[in-house]
């Protein structure tokens, strides 16, 4: 039985690590780390943010989201006009081949959760559903953390 042990304790070791490794794909669309920042008691609404890459020939177009935890999910854009922080709602988000969209907080585009069920605590998890105009849906499972944890877990897988 002592010789499982150093296994054992490896395996042990690694799982934290293996939070950090948070990637879905759906045929050739890859989705890197979604996360969601914690949001005050009472807040309405929250943000999601992912990394979406298409590694195929075709685009893929982001025509909507849905999530058990909100009453809706909008896809957002969030951009400096004249000096102000403009947020509009888009209809879809196209990515095209070879390319990565990647949404983080403080601007561009993201995710907008509508109508909170309950506020965003960090540590928590919440189910979103992405659907795709060219190839269906694709559940992932999304993690509360501080904006700078969500973002530096996200970049590291780009280097790879």
């Given at each position: 039985?002592?010789?499982?042990l150093p296994?054992?304790?490896?395996?042990?070791l690694l799982?934290?690590?293996?939070?950090?490794?948070?990637?879905?794909?759906l045929?050739?669309?890859?989705?890197?780390?979604?996360?969601?920042?914690?949001?005050?008691?009472?807040?309405?609404?929250?943000?999601?943010?992912?990394?979406?890459?298409?590694?195929?020939?075709?685009?893929?177009t982001?025509?909507g989201?849905?999530?058990s935890?909100?009453?809706?999910?909008?896809?957002?854009?969030?951009?400096?006009?004249?000096?102000?922080?403009?947020?509009?709602?888009?209809?879809?988000?196209?990515?095209?081949?070879?390319?990565?969209?990647?949404?983080?907080p403080?601007?561009?585009?993201?995710?907008?959760?509508?109508?909170?069920?309950?506020?965003l605590?960090?540590?928590n998890?919440?189910?979103?559903?992405?659907?795709?105009?060219?190839?269906?849906t694709?559940?992932?499972?999304?993690?509360v953390?501080e904006?700078?944890?969500?973002s530096e877990a996200?970049?590291?897988?780009h280097?790879?």
């Amino acid at each position: 039985m002592l010789p499982r042990l150093p296994i054992l304790l490896a395996a042990a070791l690694l799982i934290p690590g293996l939070a950090n490794a948070h990637d879905i794909r759906l045929d050739d669309v890859r989705i890197a780390h979604p996360f969601a920042t914690p949001t005050p008691p009472g807040a309405p609404n929250g943000a999601a943010y992912l990394d979406i890459t298409v590694e195929g020939d075709t685009p893929a177009t982001l025509v909507g989201v849905s999530s058990s935890a909100s009453r809706a999910v909008e896809l957002h854009d969030m951009r400096m006009e004249d000096g102000n922080m403009q947020m509009r709602k888009l209809d879809q988000i196209t990515i095209e081949p070879g390319d990565t969209l990647t949404m983080r907080p403080g601007g561009g585009q993201h995710l907008m959760l509508l109508g909170l069920e309950e506020p965003l605590r960090k540590g928590n998890t919440l189910p979103l559903t992405l659907e795709f105009a060219e190839r269906g849906t694709l559940d992932v499972e999304v993690w509360v953390q501080e904006a700078h944890e969500g973002s530096e877990a996200a970049d590291a897988h780009h280097q790879h």
